[in-house]
């Protein structure tokens, strides 16, 4: 039986790492945040890359139960990469179904791995994939919930700068206010991809990283000043997360232009795949690897040896590539792949069919971010939880978590259970009374 009718506000500034705080604790509304919050260090799901987090974070489950295992779906031949935005796809209950099934009001905008979500009553999910859907309001009709388009879209659309990169912030937070004020929901979860953005574009630190921070510091002022308005702030638990850091990026190593070399991956004269024995599915830093459905025993026999050859050969920068039940029994991750590809850090395992092997910055087929994420968890910088309310402890620094923890607390926030998760509450983060329970 749930005891409190407090609120609960995730925010994911995507990206957001320790380091960062001391920068937030100098600005209005991260400090204000951060004074009265209970804290954690974060260790991601493996790859460390936005979808697989974002579904951990709202199931508990990491990507091999989940069925979220790279932030793009696999299909080779799709013109253009489809990602997991479709709720559909999760295997397991989320914490929204959860919410709802106890009868609170969920809310979501921007937020991984939402669309055409039934038990999120008010959404306004992150897809962008225009073309697909045949127009912007198409896009939103299709996969937001009935009347989302008129009553807190359309308003605001105006706000996304699609091209050249796409940009989500100033929209996200304007609808967010809007849901704020006229929904008040038990339960809502925002995604701001700012910080993200910059250290894509510039690299993990510096002054584009500290302006992005900045600008959230505002959107954050604007959300925070809503729910003051509306007189829901000190109900609310407000809790900041954030999914993976960054490292420069300093080589591609492109094997599918390998494979295409081996003559295990074959192109037209155009320069498109035509079929394949091994497939590079890239998940920026990391990989999986797919094998053809009807592979001979052979040609897996040529796939292995150059995968071996691969590790081997100090320029390529690969550290291991494993099985998928390896993969699975050390980072919780499978998937349709046949292995998984661990790259040294700050090296793309880039999918290119038509670039050199191997590039570094300068090089004309070095093309891509600065910045990039999907390595292995241990490295770099590390994701941020600061859950600040009436049912968080201020002051308390709970030390280094699974991501797969942040679930099943938001659950006890809520009064509400989630069986299937594989992580647990973090005890210490909660305010005496509710700890307790």
Known sequence: MRMSRNRLLVISVDAMVGEDLELARTLPTFSRLIERAAIAEIESVFPTVTYPNHTAQTTGCGPATTGIFNNLTFDPYAPVPVWFWDSRHIRVPTLFAA?????????????PVTAHDEDIDVLVPEVWQIEQWGGIEELYRGTASPGAWERYVSPHVHKVVWSPKRDF?????????DILREERPDVM???LV?????RH????????????????DALLGEIVATMEEVGTLESTNVVLVSDHGHLATTQHTNLNALFAERGLLRLDDAGALVDYDVYCHGAGLSAQLFLAEDLTDARRVEVEALLAEIVAEPTYRIAEIITASVARERYGLDGPFAYVVISEPGVQVAPHLDRAVIAVPGDPDFIGYAGNHGHEPSHGGQPVFIASGPDFAPGVHAGRRSILDEAPTFAAVLGLDLPAAEGTVVTEVLAAALAER
């Open 169 to 177: 912030n100033d929209f996200a937070a304007a609808v967010a206010q």
């Open 189 to 191: 979860f925002l995604h």
């Open 99 to 111: 919410a709802k099934a106890a009868g609170l009001r969920t809310a979501a905008v921007q937020w």
């Open 194 to 198: 700012a910080v993200d953005a910059a």
């Open 201 to 216: 574009a510039a690299g993990p630190f510096g002054p584009p990283v500290d302006a992005a921070l900045r600008r959230v």
